[in-house]
């Protein structure tokens, strides 16, 4: 068995195949077609339970952050397991409902909140509005009035820290769209607990995405901390403390702290500065499903250039399937469902049909492939199928969850009428 980067539960067995799980990915890619995700059933647990296990005995909730991964089943699967959801749209909060999700312990983030959005989230009674703006507070407060009800409210505050990630992803830096400002937080807050739609309930912050180190974390924590003391010094009480998501997963060589690491780590920060009868609450995305889902897709044509020393790998799935690299110059490793011996090993460029240019999946990877071979993306189980698009008229992959021998489809792969089905031709 050799190592891989991502998942325990992904192996390559004796025979030279790769298992999720219990299940040959080159045979699931038969069956199914490609381009296809496979998610563990098995991954996303142990990495909830390993977050639920770091909180055990104290009050909190893990509202997992689902826009890194909104599939229904996955969504059910955390739902099952008591999870709560952190959304940024009515939508999310639809899947929601249909994944059979609370939305009691829904938290609803993002900056461009609509009424509508606002309505539908009071209507169903979620937990709590991360609101990010003084113009967005005035406007629930009105939407709430309106109907009879207090919207439940933290204010995400921006603690100005650097995150040490992508630009991207980074979202705790002043000069974000993200959040209200450290300097401002605490009129903002007064001005909330002067508004009659709004009930002040607790704090946000969540400072970006992919992040590998515990420090940016505890930095924020302090700024926010010190704002929970003076904005309760002026008697305004703040119920749980909402340390957002971002912590970041290994997709080569990043050795990010495991989640009950970081965790004791908050946990001992905060209880060192007496706020250790606070609720708890987690905004993880991408370290609950990254590295339990992988893309598989087929080789269509090898491509030696005439140029030197770029060969092109051409498969099935392209920057619509999966747009991290494409967008982040994200590197996730590629490897071959099943090793072959019969072809030599040669340095491949692997990209989709897409035209763009930027239409690529991997550079400069080593690889002993053939016209037909499968290979698998792996830690694609975050920002995969949830960013993937219809460009040019792809239909969107299909989905299969495993757990040990099982597999189930949980998405039909999309079709070409699906795609045009609410168009019109005109006269
Ligand atoms: C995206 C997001 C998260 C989750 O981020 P990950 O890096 O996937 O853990 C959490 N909270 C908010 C507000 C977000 O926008």
Known sequence: MSTLPGSPFLQRRADGRLYFEDCALDELAREHGTPLYVYSRSAMRAALSAYESALAGRAHLLCYAMKANSSLAVLQLFAQAGCGFDIVSGGELQRVLAAGGDPAKVVFSGVGKTPAEMGQALQAGVRCFNVESEAELDKLSQVARALDRRAP??????????????????????????????????????????????????????????????????????????????????????????LGGGLGITYTDEAPPAPDALVAALLERIDARGHGHREILLEPGRSLVGNAGVLLTEVQYLKPSEVEGKHFCIVDAAMNDLMRPAMYEAYMAIVPCAERADVPVETWDVVGPVCESGDWLGRERVLAVREGDVLAILSAGAYGMSMASNYNTRPRAAEVMVEGRSAWCIREREKIEDLFAGERLIG
């Open 153 to 242: 409210v933290s204010l995400r505050v921006n603690p100005d820290v650097d995150a040490k990630t992508h630009p991207y992803i980074s979202t705790g830096l002043k000069g974000n769209k993200f959040g209200i400002s450290h300097q401002r937080a605490l009129d903002v807050y007064r001005h909330a607990a002067s508004l009659p739609g709004i009930e002040v309930v607790g704090i946000d912050c969540h400072i970006g995405s992919q992040i590998t180190e515990i420090d940016p974390y505890l930095d924020a924590l302090e700024r926010v901390l010190d704002l929970v003391e003076a904005v309760e010094a002026q008697g305004i009480r703040l119920h749980h403390l909402d």
